[in-house]
């Protein structure tokens, strides 16, 4: 399994836009990767996946560079609910897609 | 969509109590759940792989006479915590992923157990 290395924390503020760079020097060629949301005494929230380039949804996006080596999960005009712990995971396809999750970024957003 | 529910979400029981903790996909078909522990301040562990209608596959170190999986339908898992012990008191999470190779697992809100 692909290991994923990413800031232990990040301060924001309100309004500022928020890039969580996670590398993983040792992805495989049909490993996806997927960032998750975790607030205190909840279940992680599935963010975003993506496999190469950009992928965008409602909530965020994910930058994916060519070599795939590395990932950048970008937060929008972030709010102070944002605060939250941000877990990158790269996952290998197949059925039972087991996921290892790393020490996660703890990002706080001060008003 | 995607949705998980776990239940109960707290509770509190006497050393040697055994405790069952249910994990359902609401609006999908599981072919797949998993079970984590999750200590303060610390990341997710996964303690066990269940499909539906097999054995449940436990990670290194996870005691499966103690952690009891069943995986029944493709809706619901549970875990019981047998003889339990303040050692395992922890913050359980469920997920559960929908058929497709390259489904997302979605997270239910975890059962916070603590054991006197």
């Known amino acids: 399994l692909a290991k994923t290395t990413q800031p232990i924390s990040m301060d924001s503020y309100e309004g500022q836009e928020v890039n969580i760079t996670c590398s993983h020097n040792n992805i495989a060629t049909n490993d996806y990767i997927t960032w998750y949301q975790q607030f205190p005494s909840q279940g992680p929230r599935f963010i975003i996946q993506g496999y190469k380039t950009k992928v965008t949804n409602e909530v965020a996006s994910l930058f994916i560079p060519a070599d795939r080596k590395s990932s950048t999960l970008s937060l929008p005009r972030v709010s102070l609910s944002d605060t939250a712990v941000y877990y990158c995971?790269?996952?290998?396809?197949?059925?039972?897609?087991?996921?290892?999750f790393g020490s996660g970024t703890q990002l706080t957003v001060l008003p | 969509g995607a949705v998980v529910s776990q239940h109960p979400s707290w509770v509190i029981c006497k050393s040697g109590t055994s405790v069952k903790i249910e994990c359902r996909s609401l609006?999908?078909?599981?072919?797949?759940m998993f079970w984590y522990r999750q200590f303060p301040k610390q990341s997710l562990m996964l303690m066990a792989t269940s499909n539906e209608g097999s054995k449940a596959t436990y990670e290194q170190g996870v005691e499966k006479d103690k952690f009891l999986i069943n995986h029944a339908s493709l809706t619901l898992s549970t875990l019981t915590v047998t003889s339990a012990h303040p050692e395992d008191s922890s913050f359980y999470i469920c997920?559960?992923?929908?058929?497709?190779?390259?489904?997302?697992?979605?997270f239910g809100d975890g059962t916070r157990l603590s054991i006197l």
């Open positions: 995971l790269v996952v290998p396809s197949g059925s039972a897609r087991q996921l290892t």
């Open positions: 997920s559960a992923k929908g058929q497709g190779d390259y489904q997302p697992q979605h």
């Open positions: 609006d999908f078909q599981a072919t797949t």
